[in-house]
Structures are given as structure tokens and as C-alpha cells.
């Protein structure tokens, strides 16, 4: 359906609020800036503020259903004959290789995430998000494979396949923080996903090949 315009003014207006709100944090950090002081750059009322963003952590933190599904999307959208683990690091690979923002491969991703790493209130939030992204997608799995409820797999494939992705997250902001150039961060990122996707069994790399017996 097409978007109504008193959707798109709100979704701009959502937007804007979390753009001017995100430099601020950028520039001073998260705990010094106050919602006041988003309000006002962002020529708004405090109470609107509000009104988009309940708490301040979803100020920087706006597009969190949509990380939280990308995974369980990536599984459920996965080709015939591809498992879901591999189906999620072939789209590793792409974002890192064409340097996708959703990889962190933006220079700025550091700067963000000194900006988290900073904060308890956004590091607790971050835990929760990735913890968030674990249930989410192990119930896709269970859902994709006909597991049993009291059948373990696919948490444990779920948990496996965030920490590959967090810790691919940690070495882009890693290589941003030494200064690496981006073509450079790519090739020894893209090295790194080939490491780890060595060291995992044929059962888990298999896990949930899609329409295969």
C-alpha cells in the first residue's frame, strides 16, 4: 500500500528527531545530552520527542525491530537447498564487501559505537538487543525446521549465528579505530568470516537447508 502523506510526515518527522539527536550524542555523548536539548535542535517539543521515542536509548537506537529481524529475514527468504547459517554469512560477506552501513562499514560506525561503549545505559541495551535477535531468530528456526519444543538446536544455532555477526561488528570497529583504509578493512574483515565459517561443524553450516529432506 502506498504510504498516506500523514505517514510520511511522521516517519520525516521521526527521522529528524533521531538524525539531530544522534549528532548530539555524536558531539557530546550520550549521558550529557538531555531531551530539552534534542527538542530544541531538532525544533520540536519536548512532549513530541516523547511521543516518538518513549525512552532516550531509542533516540539512537531507532531501527532496532529492524536489525533484530534481519536475521530471522535473511533464514526465511534463504534460497532452496541453502542452510540458514550459510544464508546468513553469504549476506555478511556482501554487506562487508560492499561496504553496507549495516555491517558497520560506514568510517563513522566507530565513532558510534565509542559513543555506546561509553554509556551503561546503552550497553545494557545493546545486550538486550542482540539478546532480542537471539530469540527471534531461533524461533524462525524452530519454525523453518519443525523442531520440537523441548528441542535445543536451534537456540544453540541461534546464538551461534549473532556471535559470528557481533564479532564481525567488533572487527570492522576495530580496524575503523587503527585507522585501516576501507578497502583494506573489507579484504582482512572478508578473511576473518572465512576463519570462522572453517571452524564450524557440517552440522551447524547445514542446519535448515531449506526444502531438503
Known amino acids: 500500500m502506498a504510504e498516506g502523506l500523514r505517514e ?18 555524536l558531539e557530546h555523548g550520550f549521558d550529557a545530552v538531555t531531551i530539552a536539548a534534542v527538542a530544541e535542535v531538532a525544533d520540536v517539543s519536548v512532549n513530541t520527542v516523547y511521543n516518538y521515542f518513549p525512552a532516550k536509548e531509542d533516540l539512537l537506537f531507532d531501527r532496532e525491530d529492524e536489525v533484530v ?4 529475514l535473511l533464514v526465511r527468504e534463504r534460497a532452496e537447498g541453502t542452510s540458514a547459517v550459510r544464508a546468513v554469512l553469504a549476506r555478511l560477506r556482501q554487506d562487508v564487501a560492499e561496504r553496507n552501513p549495516y555491517a558497520g562499514m560506514d568510517p563513522g560506525y566507530a565513532r558510534f559505537m565509542r559513543v555506546v561503549q561509553e554509556s551503561p545505559t546503552l550497553m545494557a541495551r545493546v545486550l538486550r538487543m542482540q539478546g532480542r535477535t537471539v530469540d527471534r531468530l531461533a524461533a524462525t528456526l524452530r519454525e523453518e525446521t519443525g523442531a520440537a519444543p523441548d528441542d535445543p538446536t536451534p537456540e544453540f544455532i541461534a546464538h551461534q549465528v549473532i556471535g559470528m555477526q557481533n564479532a564481525v561488528h567488533r572487527s570492522i570497529a576495530r580496524c575503523h579505530d587503527a585507522g585501516g583504509a576501507p578497502e583494506r578493512t573489507s579484504v582482512e574483515v572478508l578473511r576473518q568470516i572465512d576463519v570462522m565459517e572453517s571452524l564450524l561443524s557440517d552440522r551447524v553450516l547445514n542446519y535448515a537447508a531449506k526444502n531438503t529432506p
Not at 8 to 25: E, P, V
Not at 69 to 72: D, G, L, N, T, V
Open 8 to 25: 510520511r510526515k511522521k516517519r520525516q518527522t521521526r527521522q529528524h528527531i533521531s538524525d539531530m539527536a544522534t549528532a548530539l550524542f
Open 69 to 72: 529481524e534481519r536475521p530471522s
